[in-house]
Every structure is written in structure tokens, then in C-alpha cells.
């Protein structure tokens, strides 16, 4: 059964941090690229940070610097280390998984409409 399921997500201040998880069920978690994306209030959603198989990561440039994407093989678990929050980064944030490859690779550039499984989604709220 595939499954994500993300936690972590709260409200805190402008250049606070938070830490997102996302477990995975071990089909899903074995995707070629996982990732997260996020989606503001009438915006559309999009890409965050992006990791392979093999560790390799892509930001964008919104979260250069200041996110961290990483996984946990023995857990099946992925992160999101998130510092320095600015109001802006305000969002449902959600956990992804893509196990086709595409031109796009796995990258920040990913278009949502082609990631081919989804968790229900983590609300962040930074206030200033």
C-alpha cells in the first residue's frame, strides 16, 4: 500500500526552525526521487528540495541556504530541516515521491503533475 505520511509541522516565529518527517511505506520510499513541495494559499504548488537514491539534493532557490532535504534508509523516513523561517515560507508543505523518471530529473523543477505519490500534507505557519 503506498503511503506518506508527514508530521512536524506548528507555527512558530520568523527565524525560528522546524523539522518535517515524512514516513514512507517501504515501495514508496524506494522511489528514484523524493522530495517536498509546498503550496500557499491561492498559489500554486511547488517544488522545495528534492533527494536520490544515491543523496544527491536540489533546492530552490527559496529554500537555499536556509532548508536541509535528507533520509533515513533504516527508518524509510524523510526530512525537511527548516531555519531561519520567514513569514513567506508560510504553506502546506507535502511530502512526494516520483518513480519516473523524467526530463525534469529530481529536481526542485519538478512539475507537481508528475509526482506519483503524495501525503496528505503539513501545515507551516511562520508569524513575524
Known amino acids: 500500500q503506498v503511503q506518506l505520511v508527514e508530521s512536524g509541522g506548528g507555527s512558530v516565529q520568523a527565524g525560528g526552525s522546524l523539522r518535517l518527517s515524512c514516513v514512507a511505506s517501504a515501495h514508496t520510499y524506494s522511489s528514484d526521487c523524493l522530495g517536498w513541495f509546498r503550496q500557499a494559499p491561492a498559489k500554486e504548488r511547488e517544488g522545495v528540495a528534492f533527494?536520490?537514491?544515491?543523496?544527491?539534493?536540489s533546492y530552490a532557490d527559496a529554500a537555499m541556504a536556509r532548508f536541509t532535504i535528507s533520509r533515513d534508509n533504516g527508518k524509510n523516513t524523510l526530512y525537511l530541516l527548516m531555519n531561519s523561517l520567514k513569514p513567506e515560507d508560510t504553506a502546506m508543505y507535502y511530502c512526494?515521491?516520483?518513480?519516473?523518471?523524467?526530463?525534469?530529473?529530481?529536481?526542485?523543477?519538478?512539475?507537481?503533475?508528475?509526482?506519483?505519490?503524495w501525503g496528505q500534507g503539513t501545515q507551516v505557519t511562520v508569524s513575524s
Open positions: 512526494a515521491a516520483d518513480s519516473s523518471p523524467s526530463r525534469y530529473g529530481c529536481s526542485w523543477r519538478l512539475p507537481s503533475y508528475l509526482v506519483d505519490y
Open positions: 533527494i536520490d537514491s544515491y543523496g544527491g539534493t
